[in-house]
């Protein structure tokens, strides 16, 4: 089962897309945060989710979470913004290049 974790800190629209996926999104187990803290990013070690939802910032306030970034492998990140349609998509992966260019 996928895990998604959504930070809706004080959003109404990351709260409205908390309710949407919890409601139809049925084949995936789906949290959300209150706030971008130490205890929440606690928490996100713990449940290794496979894509994390939040407003653009969130993630690089939090020099701990952006340095610790590396720890989650294939993790999506979406960076969802209120005022446009735009997904800003970061993924996290580990893999050994075959070359310098590479």
Not at 81 to 96: A, F, G, L, V, Y
């Amino acid at each position: 089962m996928k895990k998604v974790i959504v930070i809706i800190g004080k959003s109404l629209f990351a709260r409205g897309i908390f309710s949407y996926l919890s409601a139809n999104l049925l084949q995936a187990q789906v949290c959300a945060f209150d706030a971008f803290g130490p205890a929440a990013f606690r928490k996100i070690k713990e449940l290794r989710p496979d894509v994390l939802i939040l407003e653009p910032g969130q993630l690089w306030r939090n020099p701990r979470v952006r340095n610790s970034i590396r720890e989650f492998q294939n993790l999506v990140i979406l960076e969802l913004r209120p005022d446009s349609p735009e997904i800003n998509i970061i993924k996290t992966e580990s893999r050994k290049p075959a070359n310098l260019e590479e």
